[in-house]
C-alpha cells in the first residue's frame, strides 16, 4: 500500500508528532512531501501510484490530472479543517472517499467558546484593567445560571458546545434549519427561529459555515434585535458578523461584550477600532487547535486511514452532499 503526503514539510509537524509518523510508515509505504511546494506538479509526482493521500492546508485541488496519476487512490485524508480546498466532484465521480479532521479542531472551537462564555458572563477582562489601575469590584457579573445560551448552527462545534453547557444550570436554544427539534432535544437544546435566539439569549455563540446564507447574519438589523447588554462570541467565521454595525453597537454599549476569535479580514486593520474598543475581546484564531493540541489531527488520520483498511465507518467523512453546506 502506497500512502502520498501531500502536506508539506513545514506543516507536517504541526499537525504529525514522530509515533504517528512512524504508525504511518508501520501501514505501508510512505511518500514524503520533502518540500515547501504545494504546487499541482509536485502533488501530482507524489501521487503516483498511491491507494491513501494525505492533505492539508495549501494542498491543491484533487483536479482529473492529478487523480489520472493515482488510479487506484480510494481515500484521502484530510489533515485539516474543511475539505473544500481540496474536494473536486471528479474525486466523489471516481468513488474516492474523503475524511476531514474538523471533529479533532471543533472539539477546539466549543471549548474556547465556553472558556470565552465564562470569562465574558464574570467579566474577567474588564476587572482585570480596572484592578490593574487601582480598583476593586464586583461591577456586571453574570454567572452561569438560570440564563439563555443561544446557539447559532448545531454542527460538530455547536452541538459539542451544547453538550458542554449542560454542565451548567443554563437554558440553551439553537437555530440551525437543518437540526431537527428531536435531534436538538437529545442534546438538551430546544430548536427556536433566528429571531427567537436573538431576542431570548443573553449569551450568542456562533458555530455557523461561511456562506451566501449566513454573510453579516449578524447586522445593524439582528443587533438591535438582542438584549441590551447581551454577550456575543464568534469562533467561526468573521464574515458572519458586519463588522461596522458590531463596532457601532460596542460604541453604544449595546452589548455587554463582543468575543472573537475571528475577523474579517484578518487579522483586523492596525486602526480598527475592535483593536481599541474595551469590550472588544479579540484571540488570534486559536480556537480550534494551537500548538501541541494539532498533533491530535495527524492521530485522527492514522485512526481513519485504519477504521477504512478494516472496512469500519470513519469519523469526518464528507460526501458531496455535505460539501454544500459545511464550512
Known amino acids: 500500500m502506497k500512502i502520498a503526503m501531500l502536506l508539506d514539510q513545514q506543516i507536517r509537524p504541526q499537525v504529525m508528532d514522530e509515533e504517528t509518523c512512524r504508525l504511518f510508515q508501520s501501514a505501508g509505504t510512505v511518500v514524503w512531501n520533502q518540500t515547501t511546494e504545494n504546487e499541482p506538479e509536485n502533488a501530482r509526482r507524489l501521487l503516483e501510484g498511491a491507494d491513501i493521500a494525505v492533505t492539508s492546508w495549501g ?11 493515482a488510479p487506484h487512490l480510494r481515500l484521502v485524508l484530510h489533515a485539516a479543517g474543511s475539505v473544500k480546498s481540496v474536494a473536486t466532484d471528479e474525486m466523489y465521480r471516481r468513488g474516492i472517499q474523503i475524511v476531514s479532521s474538523a ?6 472551537v ?5 472558556g470565552l462564555t465564562i470569562a ?7 476587572l482585570n484593567q480596572e484592578i490593574r489601575q487601582g480598583g476593586w469590584s464586583h461591577d456586571n457579573i453574570t454567572d452561569l445560571y438560570n440564563i439563555t445560551v443561544g446557539i447559532v448552527s448545531m454542527g460538530i ?21 437543518y437540526v431537527s427539534r428531536e435531534q436538538m432535544a437529545a442534546l438538551g437544546v430546544k430548536k427556536v427561529t433566528f429571531d427567537e435566539l436573538l431576542e431570548q439569549s443573553d449569551v450568542i455563540s456562533l458555530h455557523a459555515p461561511t456562506g451566501d446564507a449566513t454573510y453579516h447574519m449578524i447586522n445593524r438589523k439582528t443587533l438591535s434585535q438582542m438584549k441590551d447588554g447581551a454577550i456575543l462570541i464568534n469562533t467561526a ?21 463582543a468575543c472573537l476569535d475571528v475577523t474579517d479580514p484578518e487579522p483586523p486593520a492596525p486602526d480598527s ?11 488570534p ?16 488520520c492514522y485512526e481513519q486511514m485504519q477504521h477504512f483498511l478494516a472496512g469500519k465507518p470513519m469519523t469526518g467523512e464528507v460526501s458531496q452532499e455535505m460539501l454544500s453546506r459545511i464550512a
Not at 59 to 69: E, F, H, K, Q, V
Not at 103 to 108: E, H, K, Y
Open 59 to 69: 494542498s491543491p485541488a484533487l483536479t482529473a490530472d492529478l487523480l489520472d496519476a
Open 103 to 108: 471533529c479533532v479542531l471543533s472539539s477546539g
Open 110 to 114: 466549543s471549548e474556547t467558546a465556553l
Open 120 to 126: 465574558a458572563c464574570k467579566n474577567f477582562f474588564a
Open 157 to 177: 462545534a455547536g452541538s459539542h458546545f451544547a453538550e458542554l453547557l449542560q454542565n451548567f444550570s443554563v437554558h440553551v436554544i439553537a437555530y440551525d434549519p
Open 237 to 257: 467565521r468573521g464574515s458572519l458578523i458586519d463588522e461596522p454595525a458590531l463596532i457601532e453597537a460596542l460604541e453604544k454599549k449595546k452589548l455587554k461584550v
Open 273 to 283: 477600532p475592535l483593536r481599541s474598543l474595551p469590550n472588544c475581546i479579540l484571540t
Open 285 to 300: 484564531h486559536l480556537a480550534g487547535q494551537a500548538g501541541n493540541g494539532l498533533c491530535k489531527i495527524g492521530m485522527h
